[in-house]
């Protein structure tokens, strides 16, 4: 239980949507690069769990409607009480692309590649894909939503999850300039597939994850912003599990 609340900290928490964001691509020709930090803690029985993660990724537009992207997370530190967890550096490098097929309309593929730190022995592949609609409803309200699909391919353990998603957004426009917004998701787990030892077993899964989030955007100028947001996190099927917080800054730089 203790490794899925780990991974469930940087899942579910610090990396709420696989994608860029809820929102339209960006403009033809047009790109952003954004440095991310996100700090997570999670009380355990006996101890308290604590981590730092760092990102740098940049989008670009190539294409009328279709955006691609690269991410690279690194991993500062993870402790559980006064142990060191892992190995800490560069995390599992993303490659994403969404394609806006009508105005309200994306949809998205991301691939983290396999990280040779990974603590918990051989990492996986990750996919993730799925639909996103999102809608200026007025002046005051833009609303972005998300649907996707996920899964691993065999790693250490030959366990193969299976699981799905779905994150909702609601920006709150105050200002040109300033911008406050909630966030909310859920990650459930549809199952795990176990091939090895000359036989295979499936779990059916269901242990479900919930989010919440509450942030602030604020733009300096066109080319220059600010990210910074507050949430939690907990699986709220499981018995022994706590309440995940977490705190995360951002800053943007348009080209």
Request: hydrophobic letters at 35%; a negative charge; one cysteine or more.
């Amino acid at each position: 239980m203790f490794k899925k609340i780990i991974l469930a900290s940087a899942l579910a928490i610090s990396s709420s949507f696989a994608a860029w964001d809820l929102f339209p691509v960006l403009e033809n020709h047009k790109g952003q690069t954004r440095f991310t930090s996100y700090y997570t803690t999670y009380s355990g029985e006996t101890k308290q769990y604590h981590t730092l993660n760092l990102s740098l990724g940049s989008r670009y537009t190539i294409l009328p409607g279709l955006e691609l992207a690269l991410v690279v997370p690194y991993h500062v530190f993870s402790y559980y009480g006064s142990s060191h967890l892992g190995e800490d550096g560069t995390g599992k490098i993303r490659l994403l692309t969404r394609y806006q097929f009508t105005p309200t309309m994306n949809v998205f593929a991301d691939i983290y590649l396999p990280n040779s730190d990974y603590c918990f022995g051989k990492d996986p592949w990750h996919f993730n894909f799925g639909l996103q609609f999102s809608r200026k409803v007025n002046q005051l309200f833009n609303f972005g939503s998300q649907l996707a699909f996920d899964f691993d391919t065999e790693g250490d353990g030959d366990g193969i999850p299976i699981s799905t998603s779905a994150a909702l957004e609601l920006d709150f426009t105050v200002t040109e300039n300033f911008t406050p917004y909630i966030e909310t998701s859920g990650y459930l787990e549809l199952g795990e597939i176990f091939t090895g030892h000359g036989y295979q077993f499936s779990h059916g899964g269901g242990d479900l994850n919930l989010a919440s989030y509450i942030g602030v955007k604020y733009n300096f100028n066109e080319n220059i912003s600010i990210d910074a947001s507050t949430g939690i996190s907990k699986w709220v099927n499981v018995d022994d599990s706590h309440i995940a917080f977490g705190v995360g800054f951002a800053v943007l730089f348009n080209f």
